[in-house]
């Protein structure tokens, strides 16, 4: 599944959330942020979704590169905002789906998918804020090899449900039918997201093998 940087209906989202807040410290009290600002690549793997840490300085701000070599930063506070908006998406899609048979989901899945606003450059900011946290916890990961699969899929779990603070039902997910390989392969948060809802919406017909909406 590809996400891209090219503009949709959902563009506007970009003056209206982004423009004012990108390359700026937060001073709002409502995000619960710091004035310290570091790099991504000092990220710790404790590090959540408003900022808070177990160790080490809050998270204000994450820094990004475009394609293009342009440099940028995104505040903590906007890719919660832009969070809360995909997940409205997502529960529009499953209502909308509710009543329909298997197939009925999946072509309407395939034709939402198209619709879904992360052909916005807001929601590519997002895809890349999280990108990046993602694949500095999987590096950090990589020293866990001694674990088990149960002990596996409980850090994964851990890492949905408090690193990442998602407050979506991903219980699925810890689960011996979807294995940790299955979330270390998705790229991007869009991947993850759309998994869960397929993942979800799918179980509902066919509870012995939920694996198969990972097939386009």
Do not use: H
Not at 113 to 119: A, G
Not at 136 to 144: F, P
Request: hydrophobic share 40%; glycine share 4%; charged share 25%.
């Amino acid at each position: 599944m590809s996400v891209g940087p090219t503009r949709g209906a959902g563009s506007s989202m970009v003056e209206e959330v982004i423009a004012p807040s990108v390359n700026r410290t937060l001073s709002e009290p409502a995000a619960r942020i710091s004035s310290a600002v570091i790099n991504s690549s000092k990220l710790s793997s404790r590090s959540s979704l408003d900022g808070s840490s177990d160790y080490g300085p809050r998270v204000t701000e994450i820094y990004l590169s475009s394609q293009d070599g342009e440099k940028f930063s995104v505040p903590v506070l906007i890719a919660v905002q832009l969070s809360a908006k995909l997940r409205r998406f997502i529960s529009t899609l499953e209502r909308a789906s509710a009543g329909m048979s298997r197939s009925e989901t999946q072509s309407y899945c395939k034709r939402a998918s198209l619709e879904v606003p992360c052909s916005t450059e807001t929601l590519r900011v997002l895809v890349d804020f999280f990108t990046a946290k993602l694949q500095l916890d999987i590096k950090l990961s990589q020293e866990k090899t001694e674990m088990s699969v149960k002990q596996q899929q409980e850090y994964w779990r851990e890492y949905l449900y408090v690193r990442v603070g998602w407050r979506m039902d991903l219980d699925l997910f810890a689960d011996e039918t979807v294995q940790v390989a299955e979330f270390l392969r998705m790229n991007s948060l869009f991947d993850l997201l759309w998994c869960c809802f397929r993942l979800r919406i799918m179980s509902l017909y066919d509870e012995k093998d939920p694996t198969e909406v990972y097939m386009d």
